[in-house]
């Protein structure tokens, strides 16, 4: 039987969380918990909880006689030998297939390194709109003739084939007129290119009536100041558009409630977001307002606010961000930058939910050193040294900080929080659906007394729920693939229930690649968080992996045939742990034989001698992955206070959740709710002790890896998920993960 997926015949969960991260020499992982779900296989060891119905002392002797002999041949001269000769002769053509699989695998993953290791202040697509307020600045010296005449040139180079400005791929209405009515202006400005113009003027009055059709979520930012700004700018110019149409009054009300909600004297006297849509105010104190200015010369990183701030107050510093952006995008510029802060921590978010980071380790750290670098008690933005704030980016930096062992305070998103409920941005007019999701996602890497979580994780869930169950899972941030999808795998499979490769499996068709368009004050394009490299190599990888699982699967049902007596099923065990232990031998140079075989025999014995076949299995697993992984020995594991506190909760926390599965199935869900109330509070609060341990460096860390403790947190897991999860669910996560192929 194959070594890698020899315990799915007793619980198919162990194939969901199948990845292909070093296990072995054959390089596969798994995580495993032992509840019987009738599927395909068959559970023969324990059809029943009590040892009188299977006479397991046989199998301890079998497991407990030394197999030594069987490694004669591995090692000549103290090294390992492997006939790599008869696997190359075994299937020669199916050995080409995989050499050209891996060569192009390996050519994306270089293409990845490469642009994770050219990281600086972020890959971003132009905006017309912010490109056309550049355009309008005159010389600072006086001379009548535009500051950044490359801008024009942009536009001018850049205006699509109806007559518009924006997104190639993509038409929303609010994006595509704000862009096109800016170039207009900008053209019209300095008298040039008089038939781009007109022919701008055409598809703006065209097009006006589709604003009051298209879905609110999907105005740009700042639109409903913005928008009237170039209104009164383009009547200026008497540029002909109907400037009375009904269609604008809803946004002129829109403007009005924004700029309540955060009054002009309190965006005097500390940053808020309106920095960012400056050009769409009149009547603005300068002088103060440049108190307020970021460290880069930028208003809130936005380029067409500081080119509004330049022509007003000819500041030098807002000329010297002006100066570098444009030359860093050829005459255009971006809606926003930088977004090194963004960049960043989405594109590890997208390897990790791809399946593919374990490529990018190195990278990864560096990026995650890069944001915690400029993370503070405070919060954090899309970009680094602002004092403006936004939860989504907090909720994201934080969820990636602590799950890869950074200290960072719960307590950051206290300042996020208002009566109860949790908001984005001071002043915001409505709630983004991702802000909210990565809220959540976040609140779930819960530590005992994170009381903000708690309440972060209430919000968010019931948030969502409610936009979920109305239809509205609509986000004024992301045009995304399938954002539904996306919210409701998290909703039905909380991140304690959630496994590697089911995630993955789901992700992998609702990440939508380079066909992801982003919703700023424009739409804009992050070529390193959203590109189809990503999307192949994670098919590539998925594909690869699910073919040696199926290879594994059909292995072990032709074992596990109707014959199933005592003697088969200890053969089957043996040679099992035989093939394990061979395998650390060639890969690590350790030979765990006796160790493992004494951690089977000691939870066999167990079995017998207490009746309880849940009690000790997370621990044996644990251990089995541990030891066949070459990490350590099995006494050098027992004698650790750490790891012995790490088995404990483990097994206490898969003893209560094996319990708690077995009482739903065997009630038929007819059980005290509140002795079930008790119990899954129990169980919360011996998962956050996990987590937090898990997580958490520490002195008494000495010896333990951190891939060692993740094996813990992972077997929990798995436990929970078979717990959580109801058969049909399971069930189908199986049939999808295991037998159906990415396209």
């Known amino acids: 039987m194959s070594s890698n997926l020899f315990l799915t015949s ?11 991260s070093s296990f072995s020499s054959s390089s596969i992982s798994f995580n495993i918990n032992h509840n019987p779900i009738p599927f395909a296989g068959n559970w023969p060891l324990w059809g029943k909880d009590k040892g009188e119905n299977f006479d397991i002392r046989p199998l301890c002797s079998a497991i407990s006689k030394p197999r030594t002999q069987e490694y004669a041949g591995v090692f000549q001269n103290g090294l390992p030998v492997i006939k790599w ?16 699989e891996w060569n192009t695998i390996k050519e994306r993953i270089d293409t990845i390194k490469a642009m994770l290791g050219s990281m600086e202040d972020g890959e971003i697509s132009s905006s017309a709109y912010d490109t056309a307020w550049v355009a309008l600045i005159e010389d600072v010296n006086g001379s009548g003739n535009p500051q950044f005449p490359s801008s024009l040139e942009w536009i001018a180079n850049n205006q699509l084939p109806d007559g518009s400005w924006g997104d190639r791929r993509i038409f929303m209405a609010h994006d595509r007129l704000l862009n096109t009515l800016a170039c207009v202006i900008a053209l019209k400005k300095w008298d040039v290119h008089i038939d781009k113009c007109q022919k701008g003027v055409c598809f703006f009055n065209e097009n006006i009536s589709k604003l009051e059709k298209e879905n609110a979520e999907h105005m740009p930012i700042g639109f409903e100041v913005a928008f009237p700004s170039l209104l009164q700018v383009a009547r ?3 540029i002909e558009v109907p400037y009375d149409s009904p269609v604008f009054q809803d946004i002129y009300e829109r403007r009005n409630l924004k700029l309540t909600r955060i009054p ?18 009149p009547g603005l104190d300068w002088e103060k307002l440049l108190k ?11 380029p067409s606010s500081t080119a509004f701030a330049l022509m007003q107050t000819k500041d030098e510093n807002c000329l010297s961000y002006l100066n570098k952006t444009v030359q860093r995008f050829n005459g255009g510029v971006p809606n926003v930058y930088p977004v090194d802060m963004f960049e960043h921590i989405w594109s590890v978010d997208r390897l990790q939910r791809l399946g593919i980071s374990r490529y ?6 560096e990026c995650l050193d890069y944001v915690y670098r400029y993370w503070t008690e405070d919060g954090i933005c899309w970009a680094r040294n602002t004092r403006v704030h936004d939860i989504d980016d907090t909720a994201m930096g ?11 305070s719960a307590d950051v998103f206290r300042h996020f929080e208002k009566g109860g409920e949790f908001f984005c941005f001071v002043g915001q007019s409505n709630q983004a659906i991702t802000g909210i999701f990565n809220l959540f996602r976040a609140s779930q890497v819960m530590f005992p007394g994170d009381k903000i979580l708690e309440d972060a994780n209430r919000f968010s869930s019931s948030f969502l729920r409610e936009k979920q169950a109305s239809g509205e899972l609509f986000d004024k941030w992301i045009i995304t693939k399938d954002l539904p999808g996306e919210v409701g795998f998290a909703l039905k499979i909380p991140w304690y229930a959630s496994l590697p490769r089911v995630e993955t499996r789901f992700y992998i068709e609702q990440y939508g690649g380079e066909d992801d368009v982003w919703i700023g004050k424009t739409l804009y394009r992050m070529e390193y968080v959203n590109n189809n490299v990503y999307l192949e190599l994670a098919k590539l990888d998925y594909n690869n992996c699910q073919a040696l699982h199926q290879r594994e699967w059909d292995n072990m049902q032709k074992k596990l045939d109707a014959n199933r007596t005592i003697q088969k099923l200890t053969d089957i065990l043996l040679r099992t742990l035989n093939h394990l232990s061979l395998d650390a031998l060639v890969a690590h140079g350790r030979d765990i034989s006796s160790s493992i075989r004494r951690a089977w025999e000691k939870w066999m014995m167990m079995w017998v001698e207490e009746g309880d076949r849940h009690k000790g299995v997370a621990e044996l697993v644990v251990q089995t992955i541990n030891l066949s992984c070459g990490r350590c020995s099995l006494e050098e594991l027992l004698s650790h206070p750490k790891y012995q506190r790490l088995s404990n909760l483990t097994n206490s926390v898969s003893h209560q959740l094996s ?15 509140d002795t079930d109330n008790i119990r899954t509070q129990i169980i919360d609060s011996d998962m956050k002790q996990l987590v937090q341990l898990v997580l958490e460096s520490s002195s008494s860390d000495d010896g333990i890896s951190s891939e060692m403790k993740q094996t813990f947190l992972t077997v929990a897991r798995s436990f929970y998920y078979a717990a959580h999860c109801d058969l049909d669910t399971i069930t189908f996560h199986i049939a999808k993960v295991l037998f159906e192929k990415v396209r």
């Open 236 to 238: 200026s110019l008497n």
């Open 10 to 20: 007793f619980s198919p969960t162990a194939a969901l969380n199948i990845s292909s």
């Open 85 to 100: 000769k008869e696997i190359v002769d075994d299937d020669i053509e199916q050995g080409e297939e995989e050499v050209f």
């Open 398 to 408: 934080f969820r990636i900080l602590r799950l890869h062992g950074y200290e960072v």
């Open 264 to 281: 002009k004297e309190i965006m005097h006297k500390v940053p808020t977001t309106l920095l960012h849509s400056l050009e769409g105010m």
């Open 292 to 302: 307020l200015q970021c460290k880069d010369g930028s208003f809130l990183f936005s």
């Open 360 to 365: 990018f380790q190195p990278e990864i750290k």
């Open 659 to 673: 319990h708690y599965q077995k009482q739903k199935v065997q009630e038929n869900g007819c059980y005290n709710a």
